[in-house]
């Protein structure tokens, strides 16, 4: 069975630009979960999102906003990119009410 | 606001010795919570969960240690192998899916 899976691997984007990244949970599962890992910290909760709907968020700005696609499979898109945006995006899925177990590989952001 | 943490940095162990990683909770209220291990360039794994209604639970190689009293959680892993070697985060569920997770303890194994 096929994991969660994210894409791209990496992505350099410079300052002000938009950058999107996508992921696709483990088959059945229709929750995802948005987390930031910047170098040197834990993880942050961003954004969940379960049958298409956002169902919760963390502490960052509007330029933080993603959806969720009929497939389950979700996007991530942050807008006017700031340095401070550089981190490790990672993505796991579950089917709730339990918590998210499975994460994928995470999508490196590096803003110039 | 609510934070989970972690009492070391860094931990090195000897292959094959037990290795006991600590988190503290802050809220009081939190009645789930996860271990995860991630290695270099992957994403957090999940080993073990859980919840407020016990003091204890046993995986395979790891045990977790629940005290409400003081909001401490523990990981202990036995017979600590060169595989075990990672990143290990505690998160706390604070409801509506959210985890609030430690700055993580990197395990290192010495031969």
């Known amino acids: 069975e096929a994991g969660v899976t994210q894409s791209p691997t990496h992505l350099i984007k410079t300052r002000g630009q938009q950058a999107t990244l996508r992921c696709s949970p483990i088959s059945g599962h229709t929750s995802v979960y948005w987390y930031q890992q910047a170098l040197g910290l834990g993880l942050q909760f961003l954004l969940w999102y379960d049958e298409g709907e956002e169902r919760n968020r963390g502490n960052f700005p509007p330029r933080f906003s993603g959806r969720q696609f009929p497939n389950y499979s979700s996007e991530l898109n942050v807008n006017a990119l700031e340095l401070e945006d550089s981190a490790l995006y990672l993505c796991?899925?579950?089917?709730?009410?339990?918590?998210?177990?499975?994460f994928g590989p995470g999508t490196r952001l590096t803003v110039l | 606001g609510e934070s989970v943490g972690l009492h070391l940095p860094t931990l090195s162990v000897q292959e094959g010795d037990n290795s006991i990683i600590n988190c503290a909770y802050s809220?009081?209220?939190?009645?789930?919570f996860i271990w995860y291990k991630q290695e270099s360039g992957k994403g957090p794994q999940f080993i073990i969960d859980?919840?407020?209604?016990?003091d204890k639970r046993q995986g395979q190689r790891v045990t977790v240690l629940l005290n409400k009293t003081v909001k401490h959680l523990s990981l202990q892993i036995a017979a600590t192998q060169p595989g075990d070697s990672a990143v290990y985060f505690c998160a706390d569920n604070q409801g509506a899916q959210k985890l609030v997770f430690g700055q993580g303890t990197r395990l290192t194994i010495n031969p």
């Open positions: 809220n009081s209220a939190s009645d789930y």
């Open positions: 859980i919840r407020s209604n016990m």
């Open positions: 796991a899925s579950s089917l709730p009410p339990r918590a998210p177990r499975f």
